[in-house]
Nanobody
Framework: QVQLVESGGGLVQAGGSLRLSCAAS????????MGWFRQAPGKEREFVAT????????VYADSVKGRFTISRDNAKSTLYLQMNSLKPEDTAVYYC?????????????????WGQGTQVTVSS
């Protein structure tokens, strides 16, 4: 099984940037489609971005398109989320997740491995 550990969250002012990292260990990282999800208080966990096993294909939620960039370094078994032009509505706990499929997916139920989450707070 793969284990996932997120880092890089914090408090930032609106308009600022953060880069989240997700370090994977255990099973071969390249076996997995990877994704970022987020959950704000009182809300359902929602899709943010996903990336294919090679890194050549990415999909974003409309709410973050043009501001966030998902990437992966397979040599380092690490997933990233570069977040720019942050807004207060981006405030949430951010989770990385892994899925064993062959195609990227936005469906959280297709991801079976999750990290513990990292808090991102954007002040206005």
């Amino acid at each position: 099984q793969v284990q996932l550990v997120e880092s890089g969250g914090g408090l930032v002012q609106a308009g600022g940037s953060l880069r989240l990292s997700c370090a994977a260990s255990g099973r071969t990282f390249t076996w997995y489609i990877m994704g970022w999800f987020r959950q704000a208080p009182g809300k359902e966990r929602e899709f943010v971005a996903t990336i294919s096993r090679s890194g050549g294909n990415t999909v974003y939620a409309d709410s973050v398109k043009g501001r966030f960039t998902i990437s992966r370094d397979n040599a380092k078994s690490t997933l990233y989320l570069q977040m720019n032009s942050l807004k207060p509505e981006d405030t949430a706990v951010y989770y990385c997740a892994a899925a064993r499929g062959t195609m990227v997916t936005t469906n959280k139920y297709e991801y079976d491995k999750w990290g513990q989450g990292t808090q991102v707070t954007v002040s206005s």
